[in-house]
């Protein structure tokens, strides 16, 4: 990831230290959540490269499952 070295100069670009620093802190987050996850979501999330990847890709698995079983509460309550 490179930025502008300085506000006089936006053509000259460097490498940005934060995004090293965030990159490092990333990675150990995604081997702790791959690392975590049953063998039946492994095989869904394999291929995420970043920890954010990861947590979408849980969350769409679970959101579909979430709506059926609200949907599903709904229809229990409107028949009691």
């Keep these: 990831m490179k930025i502008a070295k300085s506000t006089d100069k936006p053509d000259e670009l460097i490498s940005n230290p934060e995004y090293e620093i965030w990159y490092a802190k990333d990675q150990q987050i995604l081997n702790y959540l791959l690392s975590s996850v049953s063998k039946e979501v492994m095989v869904?999330?394999?291929?995420?490269?970043?920890?954010?990847?990861?947590?979408?890709?849980?969350?769409?698995?679970?959101?579909?499952?979430?709506?059926?079983?609200?949907?599903?509460?709904?229809?229990?309550?409107?028949?009691?």
Excluded at 50 to 79: F, H, P, Y
């Design 44 to 80: 869904q999330i394999s291929t995420c490269t970043t920890s954010t990847e990861v947590w979408k890709a849980i969350q769409d698995m679970t959101a579909s499952q979430s709506r059926g079983r609200i949907i599903n509460t709904c229809m229990t309550l409107a028949n009691a």
